[in-house]
């Protein structure tokens, strides 16, 4: 089955710095990759998915790039605030089954 | 758009008693729902796929005498943990997927936090 491995665990940076999370998956049907947000006692919202025939999605501070060759994905966030602190989830996709990766930490301090 | 509802948001019951979780897609038909659990900083583990009028295919590892998933409608799924243990006491999400979409795009509830005294 899909394995989907997710650096770091936890990312501590100041406000205003960028930060970027890794994943990688192995399933190369895999077609689909979402990201998502989840703030504690709530649950995971997406925020943003790149499909793979796209290798680069940007939506204001958020980007996604995907190398399918590699097999890996990454977040990046740009002028972190304080409100961007929580966990982020990657997922790698079939038509059917969503895999998680384990979850990055994600602490901005002021 | 694409908004899941969960209800209760968190529930505590007496250990042997059945709580039973509602998941309802708001404003898009769902043909297939998901129901995961979380236990504290881990990642969501999936317990079950249900599609609207047929049986839910659950996970290896996942009692479906215990957990009771029910999809009778296309914005309606319920999962039923039965004769509850402490052990059961998790965070339970689902999820569902616009079936109009080709991708596996899930949407997901707010979460409901089961207590098992």
Redesign the interface.
């Known amino acids: 089955g899909e394995n989907v491995e997710q650096h770091p665990s936890t990312l501590s940076v100041q406000e205003g710095d960028s930060a970027v999370i890794k994943c990688t998956y192995s399933d190369s049907a895999s077609n689909y990759f979402p990201w998502y947000k989840q703030e504690l006692g709530k649950g995971p919202q997406l925020i943003i998915d790149i499909r793979s025939n796209v290798g680069e999605k940007k939506d204001q501070r958020i980007a996604v790039t995907l190398n399918k060759t590699a097999k890996h994905f990454s977040l990046h966030i740009t002028e972190t605030q304080p409100e961007d602190s929580a966990v982020y989830f990657c997922a790698a996709s079939s038509p059917y089954a969503l895999n998680f990766g384990k979850g990055t930490s994600l602490l901005v301090t002021p | 758009g694409a908004v ?1 509802s ?1 209800h209760p948001s968190w529930v505590i019951c007496k250990s042997g008693t059945s709580v039973k979780i509602e998941c309802r897609s708001l404003d898009f038909q769902a043909t ?1 729902m ?1 129901w995961y659990r979380q236990f504290p900083k ?3 583990m ?1 317990m079950a ?1 249900s599609n609207e009028g047929s049986k839910a295919t659950y996970e290896q590892g996942v009692e479906k005498d215990k957990f009771l998933i029910n999809h009778a409608s296309l914005t309606l799924s319920t999962l039923t943990v039965t004769s509850a243990h402490p052990e059961d006491s998790s965070f339970y ?1 689902c999820s569902a997927r616009n079936g109009d979409r ?10 409901t ?1 089961l207590t098992v005294l």
Do not use: A, C
Not at chain 2, 102 to 111: D, H, I, R, S, V
């Open positions: 899941v969960q297939t998901f881990q990642s969501l999936l796929t999400i080709g991708y596996n795009e899930q949407f997901f509830g707010p979460g936090r």
